[in-house]
């Protein structure tokens, strides 16, 4: 949980007052890890720079597949406003990118299930997750269905990894 408070909020420009909220740093270890970190992933700095710029210029953002978040806000004198937009800005590139992803997954993955003629549902899409009941018999032809269609579902430049958990209902999965 801490590891993933850090991440999200250094990339979305949290302030060294709310690492140390948001963790037991005090606000001076705050500071220096918030450093430490853009000094380390100096990508994320220029990501963070180069995405608010041009939301300033253009008033969106896109994800990697073209879908558009505007942001009128991005240019308010309001301080608070401004930086609401921008991490707007930053997050959506991302979090758009990720959900574009994932329906387009499961649209093929659909697809291939009615091809087939599998019994299985797809039933629940949790962010990045999806939960299926399947036909008992179906499993193995569902596994590898996953397998082939998932990390497939948009060619990048890095590979898309897949877990795959079964059980007989969600709480066994977690």
Known sequence: RVAKTVNFGVIY????????????????ESAKFISAYLDKYQGVKKYVENTKQEAR?????????????????????NRQIREAA?????????QGTSSDIIKIA????????????LKTRMIL??????LF?????????????????????VDLAVPLKIDIKTGLNWAELK
């Open 133 to 153: 009941e399947v036909a008992p018999e179906e499993k193995e032809v569902m596994v590898s269905l996953i397998r082939e269609i998932m990390p497939r579902s």
């Open 125 to 130: 899409q949790i962010h990045d997750e999806l």
């Open 57 to 77: 210029e253009q008033g969106y953002v896109k994800t990697l597949l073209g879908r558009r978040r505007y942001l009128a806000e991005i240019n308010n004198t």
């Open 86 to 94: 921008e991490r707007m800005a930053i997050n959506m590139p991302v």
């Open 106 to 117: 499961m649209i093929r993955l659909q697809q291939a299930m009615d091809q087939k003629g």
């Open 13 to 28: 420009g949290m302030s060294e007052y709310g690492l140390e909220q948001a963790t037991e740093f005090t606000r001076e």
